[in-house]
């Protein structure tokens, strides 16, 4: 497969490097406006720099990965679509829901495949406790919470706590529960940052299942863990050890969890999802729905009232 990247920050010099040790990958191009930047990553990954993507794409790419500043997402998305080459965006889809309509409704009409890259849908640990979920073995599911705190990162200048990181939460708890939220309440503030530093996000499901999300820029460590409360059981997640620990009334036990980079699974789900054709578990509509219950819990918190997701 042909691929290329757009966006050579942080988090695309991840997906460069990745995608430079897939078998049967070849990556064709870079793209970065910094052409100092993006001139050294192509020398050490030995492909090609661009400074205009519209060049890139003229190269018979069969995918591309968008990194790229989330204002930007749209204008690029679309002009990747309407070349004919399938997608992976980095999560947020887009800036605006209007926005994110329009990715997803050109990636639709152009039968170009759409992925968002919810990395915490391809952890090793979420997995696993999506099958257990779904194996049934903790009974039905009433109750999900999750913790994402630790110090504050000056690189986020641009949106909040809940947008950058309460996102995923709000993400996997749809995920695991298998359903859309359809309510969102918020407690949140700002002592450090422009826009919120810290929030308490409750989500609901339906009429009675809930979701909880702590997360905030000002706790010395950094946790990132999940329990879920069924019928039959109680299971605790880290994100970060990747484990999972499944406890009922007779016994302990630790699930199976094969350690991997959450980035390099989700990396070779999309080149699966292209090569196969394959549906993927984190598509346009999901992370739509995960920027929609976001910017819910933001307005909840300034108005001092719960918030109903249609």
Known sequence: MRIGVIGTGAMGQHHLRIYSEMRDVELVGLCDVDRNRAESLAKMHNTTPYFDHREMLKQDLDAVSVVVPTTLH???ALDVINSGTHLLVEKPIADTLENADKIINAAHDANVKLMVGHIERFNPAVLKLKEIIDSGMLGKIVSISSRRVGPFN????DVGIIMDLGVHDIDVISFLYGRKINEVYT???NDIHTFEDHATILLRCDTNLSGMVETNWLTPNKIRKLTVIGLKGVAYLDYIKQTV?????SWVRTAKVEPREPLKVELEHFVNAVRKGHE??????TSRHAIQVAM?????YKNGKAIAIN
Not at 245 to 249: G, L, P, R
Not at 280 to 285: A, D, K, L, T, Y
Not at 296 to 300: D, G, H, L, M, R
């Open 74 to 76: 749209t204008s690029i």
């Open 154 to 157: 000056p690189r986020i200048r």
């Open 187 to 189: 407690i949140a503030g």
């Open 245 to 249: 620990e499944i406890e009922d009334d």
């Open 280 to 285: 993927v578990i984190s598509n346009g509509e």
């Open 296 to 300: 819910a819990a933001i307005e909840s």
